[in-house]
Every structure is written in structure tokens, then in C-alpha cells.
């Protein structure tokens, strides 16, 4: 148990749809992130949060959409998903953005048909 | 473009041997190095967090060096048990103009038998 939660574990949803993933931490920190990790690929930083506001948007396209509410809580709004956007999505957490090891959760497992 | 290499891309070992792997990375605009180990089902864990040229970091029987000037950094585990059956992954933190972040490497899968 690292204090980063994600829900849903595992989603399955077609092009038209949309759909919320949800990270939430409870170790006080002030940094959140998204990442995606593909077959056969590194994990790749997708968003980057600090004190609730974007600091970083990796060339991620529209139909990804992030949203900090607060320190504690990420999303990642789905919006008319490809097949080839099937991966796993991870949300991490960290003091800072400046140097801190970072805290992931266990994951969403999404499957785009 | 920052690129982090990792070899081997898999390793099989068994109960007892020692292990080492290697992370390459772009050493400039270089800040901190990352070593996550990730077992399966699990989320990544963080080993270590290294910055100095030459510095050593030591967790029970897992270490790592880190070389910032040639860009490299090894991983060693002593004596190895399968509950260090995983993925390692090394992540290089780099800052450049008013971004930061980590850039990961593809991991070495390392598998340990009885």
C-alpha cells in the first residue's frame, strides 16, 4: 500500500464513449502525475500537478483531459478514445516536482475496442 | 529528446547469484537519478534517489552507483531471492529551462529461481 489509490482497476470502454479515471493520495503531498505505459514502451509522463495546477502537458492529445480539484485528488477525463490508447494508466504522487521520489498507484488497466 | 537505456532487457537468475544491470542516460541537464523497482500486480516502488557524481546507495542487498559525468548507473543485487523478482526501472530527472521531470527507462525484467 503506497497512499496512492486509483479506481477504476480495470476499464473497458468504445471510441464513443467517455469515462473518468480516478487517483487519490493520502500522504500530504503536493505533486500529482499521470503517466501511460504501453506495451513494449518506458512509462511515459502524460500531466504534472503542483499545488493544483498544471505544470507540464507532454504533447498529450484533447481527447485526454486532466483535472486537479485539489492536492489530494486527479482525474483524467476520456473523451472518444483510439484503440491504440489501450495501456496502463498510472497516477503518482511526490512532495515536489523538484528531485522527490514519487509514489504510484497500483494503475488502470484501459482497453479502448 | 532524453533517452534512458536499460540493459539487459531481461534477466534470469537463480537463488543465491549476484546481479548487476545497467541505466545509461544523456548526461547533460542532468539532476537526479531514479531507481524504481516494480513487482508484478504491484505499483512502482521507489529504491533509490541518487544526484551526486560517484555517490553509493545501499538498501539491505540492493546498491547502485551512479557516474554523472559518462551517464550511467549501476544496479546490483547480492545474493539473490525470488522475492526480487521484478522490474527494475531507472528514471533520470532532468530540468530544462522551467521544466522538470522524470524520464524512465524500459526496465530490466529480472526473474530469480530456486
Not at chain 1, 32 to 54: D, G, H, I, N, T
Not at chain 2, 43 to 68: Q, Y
Not at chain 2, 94 to 108: M, P, R
Request: charged share 20%.
Amino acid at each position: 500500500e503506497t497512499g496512492v489509490t486509483q479506481t477504476p482497476r480495470h476499464l473497458v470502454m468504445g471510441m464513443t464513449n467517455k469515462k473518468s479515471l480516478k487517483c487519490e493520495q493520502h500522504l500530504g503531498h503536493n505533486a500529482m502525475y499521470w503517466y501511460k505505459q504501453s506495451a513494449k514502451k518506458p512509462l511515459e509522463l502524460m500531466f504534472v500537478y503542483s499545488l493544483e495546477e498544471r505544470v507540464e502537458n507532454n504533447s498529450v492529445p484533447s481527447r485526454f483531459s486532466p483535472e486537479c480539484p485539489n492536492s489530494s485528488h486527479l482525474f483524467l477525463h476520456l473523451h472518444t478514445l483510439q484503440p491504440e490508447d489501450s495501456a496502463l494508466y498510472l497516477c503518482a504522487s511526490s512532495q515536489t516536482t523538484q528531485l522527490d521520489e514519487q509514489f504510484f498507484g497500483p494503475g488502470t488497466r484501459l482497453t479502448v475496442l | 529528446i532524453l533517452n534512458v537505456e536499460q540493459s539487459p532487457q531481461s534477466l534470469h537468475v537463480q537463488e543465491g547469484d549476484s546481479t548487476n544491470f545497467t541505466c545509461s542516460f544523456p548526461s547533460s541537464n542532468f539532476y537526479a537519478l531514479h531507481w524504481y523497482r516494480w513487482e508484478t500486480a504491484k505499483s512502482p516502488e521507489a529504491l533509490f534517489v541518487m544526484t551526486l557524481n560517484g555517490d553509493e546507495k545501499k538498501k539491505g542487498r540492493i546498491s547502485a552507483t551512479l557516474n554523472t559525468k559518462e551517464g550511467y548507473s549501476y544496479l546490483y543485487i547480492k545474493g539473490s531471492q525470488p522475492e526480487d523478482s521484478a522490474t527494475y526501472l531507472c528514471a533520470s530527472y532532468d530540468i530544462t529551462g522551467t521544466a522538470s521531470k522524470l524520464t524512465f527507462g524500459t526496465g530490466t525484467r529480472l526473474q530469480v529461481t530456486l
